[in-house]
């Protein structure tokens, strides 16, 4: 620690460069603080920290992290109270650049695993980034030894020791999170493919702001048909709506809050923060957002259960496309979501391709289905159920021709829900019942396709491996810029800096010895969930944030071919 501020006092006044020197291990009376990687200038990347100290300091109650998903809550909470620490301590900018900036990342309203706050081995690790104060590029010492032995000394002991934390809510994150994932398993044993709790806050304060609506907001609250109830580890018995597996549809007026629940429903796979208001809406963890994505480039799927006979002959076994429309994306997000074993499809009208979606009877008497290449999601819907155990839950205020083909119909009237099954059933005219369903064309199947592994290759100009996020929507990995704009239940730009280095560890390990990008993604994901993200990277980061398979696939999908 001292010898940190002799080596402070050497280096003041000399040229950026000589912070270099400061790189090393640092021993403090309750942690020990490395300086992991120095910047190069005060503009560039901050500088990269860690900071270590042994539960014997930091005292935190053990039955926080017994199990993996605790550890999982509480590596969250401490994250954020480190944030909240810095915001408190931290002096903030000085001098130019990025000086005296003091950073961790945490998640937003989920709960994501990370790598920036670690619970490992009877000792909390925190990964921060310094920017590393400067005057031009002239080092100010005094300001990063105010940094060193004033703020960190504070954001340590407010941020990770226990006595000084709000032990209350920490523990009511951790059995919050706990009893999230506990609901989740639940589901599918009970042949549901949601659950949405009553008294659940669902609508968000902007479509860019994630946190909950404050005012007039109305609570969830299941029609009693379809209601039921759980026990939860620490909760106790909850009640609210149980979507159950099949075709599920939701309908009502415009306004009146079906994109809400759907989006929701699509936030399911992750588990949320106490006071989000969706704590205890989950959906099963392989459900899949699926949309139209025009102009998305489209690589070798067979989209022919869906397009079939396309002008000029065009191959929709094997169907490429730098330049998808409208109803080639949203086949396409289908095929490729079933082909990652996705077990629920949530599609929005709103976000789809009205040709895909229906094809109503007076269209059909006018172009003949010989003539017509797509052979809607209408008719397709319950075979995909029934053949591969897969539930769609659509939103679908616009046409009745859905009914015939659901087993659950939902409304939202002023954002009350409805089951209104039975009188959506009576309006089906028997004889309306899918005729063109006799002449389908072959059943889907779960594709067994691989990318090709030239595509993978992580090379940019001189760079051997290039990988970086530019933003959450944008992966450029070699010579590819990866558009992720429409993966909709990608929600954090760690998880698309991890998709990077996945995609790359992919290639490198699993690509060329298993048959199929599901098997060989599995087998990637697998590895990084045994061993932690750390392994992805060959530096030490707090950047990166674990997705999920689906959106590792879509980042792939999405690599144009050229
Ligand atoms: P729809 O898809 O039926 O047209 P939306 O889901 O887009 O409707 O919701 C319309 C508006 O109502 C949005 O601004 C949303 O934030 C708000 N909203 C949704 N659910 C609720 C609710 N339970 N209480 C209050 N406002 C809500
Ligand atoms: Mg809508």
Not at 484 to 498: C, M, Y
């Amino acid at each position: 620690m001292e010898h940190l501020r002799t080596q402070l006092k050497n280096i003041d006044g000399k040229g950026y460069k000589a912070y270099k020197q400061l790189e090393g291990c640092y021993h403090f009376q309750t942690y020990s603080l490395t300086i992991d990687h120095v910047q190069g200038d005060p503009f560039a990347q901050p500088s990269r920290l860690s900071i270590l100290v042994s539960n014997e300091d930091a005292l935190l109650a053990p039955e926080l992290f017994t199990s993996k998903v605790r550890r999982v809550a509480a590596e969250d909470f401490l994250a954020r109270a480190v944030a909240t620490a810095i915001k408190k301590h931290a002096k903030g900018d000085r001098g130019i650049g990025k000086s005296g900036e003091i950073r961790i990342e945490t998640s937003g309203q989920q709960v994501l695993v990370r790598n920036s706050l670690l619970i490992e081995a009877g000792s909390i690790e925190a990964r921060i980034t310094i920017g590393l104060p400067a005057a031009g590029r002239t080092i100010l010492a005094k300001e990063a030894e105010d940094i060193f032995f004033i703020e960190l000394p504070n954001i340590i002991a407010q941020g990770l020791f226990f006595s000084n934390l709000d032990q209350s809510r920490f523990k009511i994150h951790v059995e919050s999170v706990e009893d999230q994932d506990y609901l989740r398993k639940q589901l599918l044993q009970n042949k549901l493919s949601a659950f949405v709790a009553d008294n659940a806050l669902l609508p968000r304060q902007s479509g860019i702001d994630d946190r909950p609506l404050q005012k007039n907001v109305i609570p969830f609250l299941s029609p009693e048909s379809l209601a039921c109830s759980f026990t939860l580890p620490n909760r106790g018995k909850i009640r609210g709506m149980g979507i159950p597996c099949g075709v599920t549809l939701i309908v009502g007026g415009g306004f009146h809050g079906k994109s809400t629940l759907l989006h929701a429903l699509e936030r399911g796979v992750y588990n949320h923060i106490p006071g989000d208001g969706r704590e205890l809406v989950v959906s099963d963890r392989t459900a899949v957002k699926v949309r139209a994505e025009d102009n998305r480039s489209i690589t070798n799927i067979n989209i022919s259960p869906f397009i079939d006979h396309l002008p000029f002959a065009r191959d929709t076994n094997c169907f490429s496309t730098e330049n998808g429309s409208g109803s080639t994306s949203q086949a396409a997000n289908i095929i490729e979501a079933l082909e990652d074993e996705a077990t629920l499809l949530l599609i929005d009208e709103d976000t789809s391709a009205s040709n895909f979606m229906i094809r109503d009877q007076r269209m059909q008497q006018l172009v003949t289905n010989a003539k017509e290449p797509i052979t809607p999601f209408l008719h397709r819907v319950q075979e995909i159920h029934t053949t591969l155990g897969v539930s769609s839950i659509i939103v679908m205020g616009g046409s009745g021709d859905y009914f015939e083909v659901s087993d659950t119909v939902i409304m939202l009237d002023s954002y009350t829900a409805l089951d209104v099954t039975l009188k959506a059933h009576a309006l089906v005219d028997e004889k309306s019942i899918q005729k063109t369903q006799s002449s389908l064309a072959s059943l889907l199947k779960h594709q067994v396709r691989r990318p090709n592994i030239e595509q993978l290759n992580p090379a940019r100009g001189r760079k051997a491996v290039s990988i970086d996020a530019k933003s959450k929507i944008t992966l450029l990995y070699g010579h590819h810029d990866i558009d992720l704009s429409k993966v909709e239940q990608l929600i954090d730009i760690g998880q698309t800096r991890s998709i990077g280095l996945l995609i790359y560890f992919y290639a490198t390990n699993y690509a060329s010895s298993t048959n199929s990008l599901n098997a060989g993604l599995k087998m990637a994901l697998a590895a990084v969930e045994e061993k932690g993200l750390d392994m992805l990277s060959i530096w030490k980061t707090g950047t990166l944030a674990l997705p999920r398979l689906h959106e590792v696939a879509a980042a792939i999908n999405r690599i144009r071919g050229k």
